[in-house]
């Protein structure tokens, strides 16, 4: 396996940056990329800017031809090896996969604490949520190979959560899927073309009957395009190896599940394949 740097931006981009250093500025741009290739699958660290803050987003993907596009919307432990993991799948599938950066710096932590404070303000402001996302979405035009009209978007528990977010607020997707992530997030659907894969567990103390009840009736009412499957037996976080040991230690009621996570993945890429034709 090789690691090498990608070259710098041209001096010309060099030149437009350093003139807008004293202003305040979102705008995007690309910092470094730190890109490594191992047989047909190639990973990269993509890291841009926002508010003067350096964000490093995840892509992985085989090959050169132009493909689908799957943003990975992480767990509350930030941009861990477990949904890194998950954007190497999606490539081994045939897509271009974009791990999303929330935190800023590829961040990840590793209490309950940490996560819940990281993660707070986006179940609060939610519009900040689909900033973080619209901004790593942007990075997408950097790659030919990244087809920009057929967007998609999966997440994790809070990824879950945000990528319904995104079901409510961005056009263009076409389509989201959220595994045991939270369905109400205080924004109502902006529109009826984004189609929505729900997969939860039946046994999720942390979604309760109450608001799976709520969001149902919020889709039937907006009339959405959602399926919703309930895994009998799975609790939080049954997609997740790793979920059992963190249930144990902190006295969390999530645990890996993996008939649920196989069957999951499984509906999953059918979804994908339905909303990429």
């Known amino acids: 396996m090789k690691k090498f740097k990608i070259a710098l931006l041209s001096f010309s981009l060099l030149v437009a940056f350093s003139c807008q250093q004293e202003k305040k500025t979102d705008d995007i741009s690309n910092l470094q990329s730190v890109k490594t290739t191992s047989g047909e ?25 132009v493909k ?9 432990w930030g941009v861990t090896d ?35 404070k990281l993660a707070e303000p986006f179940y609060k402001i939610p519009i900040n949520a689909k900033l973080m996302f619209d901004k790593a979405k942007a990075q997408l035009l950097k790659f030919p190979n990244a087809n920009y009209d057929k967007i998609a978007a999966i997440g994790y528990c ?17 389509g989201v899927v959220s595994f045991h992530g939270n369905l109400m997030t205080g924004i109502k659907p902006k529109n009826n073309d984004v189609k929505i894969l729900v997969l939860n567990g039946e046994a999720d103390t942390f979604v309760p009957q109450e608001e799976i ?42 645990a890996y599940n993996k008939e649920a ?5 499984n509906e999953m890429k059918t979804f994908l394949q339905e909303i990429f034709k």
């Open 213 to 254: 009840a709520a969001f149902k009736k919020q889709m039937d009412s907006a009339k959405i395009d959602y399926k919703f499957i309930s895994y009998p037996g799975a609790v939080h976080s049954f997609t997740n190896p790793a979920s059992t040991e963190i249930g144990k230690k902190y006295d969390m009621k999530v």
């Open 158 to 174: 809070f990824g879950g959560a945000q990528a319904l977010n995104m079901a409510r607020q961005e056009d263009e997707l076409k």
């Open 261 to 265: 996570d196989e069957k999951s993945w």
């Open 68 to 76: 689908p596009v799957v943003m990975v919307l992480p767990e509350w």
């Open 82 to 116: 477990y949904v890194k993991n998950r954007a190497k799948q999606l490539a081994e599938l045939g897509y271009f996969a974009m791990v999303v950066d929330y935190y800023g710096g590829g961040k990840t932590v590793e209490t309950p604490d940490e996560a819940s």
């Open 41 to 65: 699958m190639t990973t990269e660290e993509v890291s841009y800017d926002i508010d003067g803050k350096t964000f490093k987003s995840f892509v992985a993907y085989t090959g050169d031809e």
